[in-house]
């Protein structure tokens, strides 16, 4: 019940393009959804959190979509760049306690 | 504000052994997270400190111990090393009554 299951594993998008990454979970205690980037050699840098009172957050080209009922949220990439190629991770808490999704790996062509 | 950091930043260490590893939070934050990272596992959560007590600890054998010191400095300890236990081990602190996490930038440790 705390596993968060995100997909697709990796995404490849071309320059310009939108970039979608799906995750679900069963645990109704989670309280807070954030989105992590990760590039290879550092640490997870939060892109974007949401909770679960809002059904969308948007920050520049970065947008969470929440859909309570269904128990899944997803992040939206818009005009996606190079610079944008990273490991994301969405993860969802209880208890002060993060759980992580496996991440996916998104490469943006130029 | 310099952000968390940890160290060492690399470690290798044998079948075995035990390693500390250190992480100083932001500065004002009190509460310290340690994550585990593997590419079989993913971000695992190991325990969580604030104001030097555990309030929280993840599915992980007790070869797994940490602590927080006055400062909010935090180290965590494994002994009897095993291979599995080789993995990128992630800091992360964040201020009383917020949400976010600061992640550091990781000790990778590897086990031979």
């Known amino acids: 019940q705390q596993q968060v299951k995100q997909s697709p594993q990796s995404l490849i998008v071309q320059k310009g393009g939108i970039s979608i990454i799906n995750c679900a979970y069963e645990n109704t205690a989670f309280d807070y959804f954030p989105w992590y980037q990760q590039f290879p050699g550092k640490g997870p840098a939060l892109l974007i959190a949401?909770?679960?009172?809002?059904s969308e957050k948007k920050e520049g080209r970065f947008t969470i979509s929440f859909n309570k009922s269904a128990k899944q949220f997803s992040l939206h990439i818009m005009d996606s760049q190079p610079g944008d190629s990273a490991t994301y991770f969405c993860a969802a808490r209880s208890a002060r306690q993060l759980t992580f999704g496996s991440g996916t790996q998104l490469t943006v062509l130029p | 504000k310099a952000g968390v950091t940890q160290t060492p930043r690399y470690l290798i260490k044998t079948r075995g052994q035990q390693v500390t590893l250190s992480c100083s939070p932001i500065s004002g934050h009190r509460s310290v997270s340690w994550y585990q990272q593997t590419p079989g596992q993913g971000l695992q959560f190991l325990f969580e400190?604030?104001?030097?007590?555990?309030?929280n600890k993840g599915n992980f054998p007790g070869r797994f111990s940490g602590r927080q010191f006055s400062n909010s400095r935090s180290e965590m300890n494994v002994s009897t090393l095993e291979l599995g236990d080789s993995a990128l081990y992630l800091c992360a602190s964040s201020q009383k009554g917020t949400d976010t996490q600061y992640f550091g930038p990781g000790t990778r440790l590897t086990v031979l």
């Open positions: 949401i909770r679960p009172d809002v």
């Open positions: 400190y604030f104001s030097e007590t555990q309030r």
